[in-house]
């Protein structure tokens, strides 16, 4: 009988180990496999100013991160958040105007067994 209750616990836990490794797995390849085609997309490229060249398009750029991370991590977990710093490449400072060359976007979530999950992912426009 004691023995049930041993391979029973060891079941759980093995179960429970799966699932985190599960969603860390998913989460993470969602993250580092994230299409580089929606931070291009949202550069504004319709009247560039010779000074200061293209720049992100703020909010095309939220929306088609937030759609994909919506699409992508309901699988996973429904419980996440993106956050988004656009700042001067140059000394890092904060970007307050509409012509931001870089930004920062950092995305958290606790996933089963109260595992806190954050990655931060960092994009510039520059020129080669």
Known sequence: MVL????????????????MSYQINGVNNI???MPISLYETSINMINIDDTTG????KARLEERI?????????KYTDDYSLSFYYYNPFDHSV?????CHAVEVKVETTL???YRYSKTMYYQIRSN
Do not use: G, R
Not at 66 to 73: H, R
């Open 112 to 114: 089963i067994l109260y």
């Open 31 to 33: 993250v580092l496999a």
């Open 95 to 99: 970007c307050l105007s509409d012509s």
């Open 66 to 74: 937030n759609k994909y991370f919506t699409f992508s991590m309901q």
């Open 54 to 57: 293209p720049t992100f398009d």
């Open 4 to 19: 049930m209750f041993i391979a029973l616990f060891i079941a759980v836990i093995s179960f429970n180990f799966f699932m």
